[in-house]
């Protein structure tokens, strides 16, 4: 029977915010209550009772094969003060009924040879996480939002097929906008596909609080796997992957324990930390010593913050970081206090009578250009120069920071200012009525003389993209650590995917009546090219027998994945014959790894869901050593159709794919047919020739318009790598390789 309407199910009732739990703290990870529950599961096991405690089903479970629906609420705040709401959504995802089968995150993140999952779990916080305004959605005919549980718009009375409903679910695993949006398989890999802070249209969640509670619900849940995210971020108009790993040494989710997972272009581990280390450790003074003539704008915004920092800074790291740190300062609600005690509680070097003496000094030229020109502002630059002489360069900054609100003693105050014009802090006196000449005038806070949150920001982005960005950076000298400056952007902006790795974290197994075995399988029908799956964790009692490993492994690979649906065992290739009676605390104790070897049977149907990587059988084998989809955009070659980089073969991102493409192998062997048939009038030979002339000029007018651009992760251009080789090409062919 088919049923083409929803039938109306009860709407969840809302409850008190009293009775919810709170998101900064959920889920528990430190086994409190009943924390440990789920610790010595696997993943597979740990979500379903995790679900089972927490959640509420949000659509019968009858209507959709595919989509099993959960909420689970949090508060965020005191309840006292009026705490709002979140909604955790955890959509169940049946794998092998869904529209997508396959993971294209599993694909360029190296995961691809895994087998395919039966179950995918997407955790979803999404933008409008009010739980009562998010079980809405749009009438497709007029527009209106009704809710998820009604059959009918109430105002153009169309009905709301289970086929709606189901679109509407799917399209939540593409919306861009959710504030989190996590997805685990069932063997525990998982992906983190987005978070979005404050900036992201969060209004009460941070993207820290984001990340703490992603990383307490995959420890929560026994992710004994390992977790991958593709950094693209972008803040403050810079691709903040490359300008955090410059100022922190590791990208945002370094945080979390996110490292380097695999890197675009065949870039390796230590070439991405050289990279980090030659960038961030840049000199600043590399920026100064550039000839004659007038301050840059750049050196003017570099020499200002330097001013400003209470230590010194000497490299690209120094400089990024305390952007960085000072729009984080800027954020808080009390910035403006915290700025003014923070100068104001230093532990001082100097005695108290050189500080004063200094100040005085200070004072009187700021006096004397006051008498001068009513109202003048004196740089700060201008006013160091004038008391060179008088104290060390040191004290001079020390007096600097704190001469703001300093009284003389005719009841004039220091004051200063920022000037966005010059990049330039300035000093003035004014007349300051009613307040006594003995005290400092503590409430007139340093904040007026430094930048507002906007412009360090905008300051920000100019340094960006004069010093770090590789397509912008400005030219300067030496020539070899601006090109080494290049490269080492390029490489850190190459590296997209990070990995944390879970397993290394797993709190230590505390209980002693049970044994926990990782179990590898071997399969016997297939190839030993097929990568086999990872192992499974399986937890049995002190008294279990082989017969019962046996029955647990196979519940577990089946329970785990599609194509393990008829999997049995056949042996333990370690023991031999042994008997189903042994019990396994005498083979293995209390923990340890058994070999498992049996036979899966992928009839019927299932050799479809042999690998994620699916059906299609590809080759990549790139100039620049990549010998996998790393997510880069590539094209095959319409001869041997292998895969390229098409950075690699002087395309560039902003160029159409070309209608044919022949790689550097089969267009070498296109020049050896044309030799040989240029002494031949045979009709073949002249449509080879032909042929070959075509190709000819489309490379020559490609690589006019690219060559200057195209760069190899290594530093070297194409034309360079085809020397290197020496492959031997016709002249006509030595500005490129394999570009047709």
């Not at 803040?235 to 410059?246: A, N």
């Not at 005038?441 to 920001?457: A, E, F, H, T, Y």
């Not at 056949?570 to 396994?584: K, W, Y």
Request: with cysteine.
């Amino acid at each position: 029977m088919i049923v083409n309407e929803i039938r109306p199910f009860k709407r969840a009732k809302r409850r008190s915010t009293s009775d919810l739990c709170d998101f900064l703290s959920f889920p528990s990870v430190s086994g409190d209550g009943d924390g440990d529950c789920f610790a010595e599961q696997p993943f597979w096991s740990a979500v379903q009772s995790f679900l089972k405690q927490y959640g509420h089903s949000r659509f019968p479970p009858s209507l959709f094969p595919s989509l099993v629906t959960w909420q689970i609420l949090l508060r965020v705040g005191d309840p006292a003060d009026g705490a709002g709401v979140v909604s955790l959504d955890v959509v169940e995802e049946d794998v092998a009924r869904s529209r997508s089968v396959y993971c294209d995150q599993c694909r360029v993140v190296g995961w691809s040879g895994h087998p395919v999952c039966r179950k995918r779990y997407h955790f979803i916080i999404r933008a409008n996480s009010n739980p009562i305004k998010g079980s809405h959605r749009a009438c497709t005919k007029c527009g209106n939002m009704t809710y998820l549980s009604d059959s009918r718009c109430k105002l153009c009375n169309t009905a709301l097929t289970v086929d709606e409903l189901e679109d509407w679910v799917y399209h939540q695993f593409e919306d861009t906008t959710h504030l989190l949006h996590g997805v685990v398989h069932s063997n525990g890999y998982g992906h983190l596909l987005r978070v979005n802070g404050r900036e992201g249209g969060a209004d009460i969640l941070s993207g820290f609080d984001i990340m703490n509670f992603w990383d307490r619900l995959c420890k929560r849940l026994a992710v004994s796997r390992k977790v991958s995210v593709m950094d693209l971020s972008k803040k403050y108009g810079t691709e903040y992957r490359l300008l955090h790993t410059v100022a922190k040494g590791q990208v945002w989710y370094g945080h979390w324990g996110y490292q380097f997972g695999t890197g675009s272009y065949a870039l390796t581990s230590d070439a991405y930390q050289n990279a980090i280390h030659t960038l961030s450790n840049i000199p600043l003074s590399t920026f100064f010593f550039q000839g004659r003539g007038p301050r840059t704008h750049l050196q003017t915004l570099i020499a200002f913050y330097q001013s400003l920092a209470e230590t010194e800074l000497r490299t690209l790291k120094d400089l990024f970081s305390f952007l960085l740190n000072r729009i984080s300062e800027l954020n808080t609600a009390k910035s403006e206090d915290q700025t003014s005690s923070h100068y104001q509680n230093l532990l001082c070097a100097w005695a108290r009578n050189d500080v004063e003496r200094v100040e005085q000094c200070m004072v009187k030229v700021l006096v004397t250009s006051a008498t001068a020109e009513k109202g003048k502002w004196v740089s700060r630059r201008t006013l160091k120069g004038a008391l060179y002489k008088a104290a060390s360069p040191e004290l001079i900054d020390y007096c600097l920071k704190h001469l703001v609100g300093r009284v003389t003693g005719d009841g004039m105050v220091v004051r200063t200012r920022y000037n966005p014009n010059s990049n330039a802090v300035e000093f003035r006196i004014e007349p300051q009525s009613c307040i006594n000449n003995s005290i400092r005038v503590d409430s007139l806070d340093s904040n007026s003389s430094l930048p507002s949150k906007g412009q360090v920001i905008d300051d920000l982005r100019y340094l960006y993209n004069s010093i770090l960005n590789p397509q912008t950076m400005v030219t300067y000298r030496p020539k070899a650590t601006r090109e080494l400056a290049v490269e080492s952007a390029k490489k850190l902006l190459d590296c997209k995917q990070f990995i944390k790795d879970y397993k290394v974290e797993r709190v230590a197994v505390k209980n002693p009546f049970a044994i926990h075995l990782w179990c590898h399988v071997e399969l016997e029908d297939y190839s030993q090219d097929y990568p086999f799956p990872p192992p499974e964790l399986l937890v049995l009692p002190t008294n279990a027998t082989i017969t019962d490993l046996k029955r647990e492994a196979t519940k577990a690979f089946k329970e785990v994945y599609v194509v393990f649906k008829r999997f049995y065992i056949q042996e333990l290739p370690d023991f031999g014959r042994i008997e189903g009676s042994v019990t396994l605390n005498l083979l293995f104790g209390s923990r340890g790894s058994v070999r498992i070897r049996g036979r899966c049977n992928a009839k019927y149907g299932l050799g479809r869901f042999q690998a994620e990587r699916g059906t299609e059988t590809w080759i990549v084998d790139c100039i620049c050593g990549t010998k996998d989809d790393d997510g880069e955009r590539m094209l095959a070659c319409d001869k041997c159709s292998v895969w390229q980089h098409t950075r690699c073969v002087g395309i560039e991102n902003s160029d159409e794919i070309p209608a044919k493409f022949l790689c550097e192998r089969c267009l070498g062997s296109s020049c050896a047919e044309t030799k040989c048939s240029s002494g031949s009038s045979s009709p073949r030979g002249e449509e080879v020739e032909a042929e070959y002339e075509c190709l000819i000029d489309g490379v020559e007018s490609r690589i006019l318009k690219n060559e200057a651009n195209t760069i190899l992760p290594s530093g070297r251009t194409c034309r360079d790598e085809i020397k290197a080789k020496g492959l031997g090409l016709v002249s006509r062919m030595c500005m490129t390789f394999g570009v047709q």
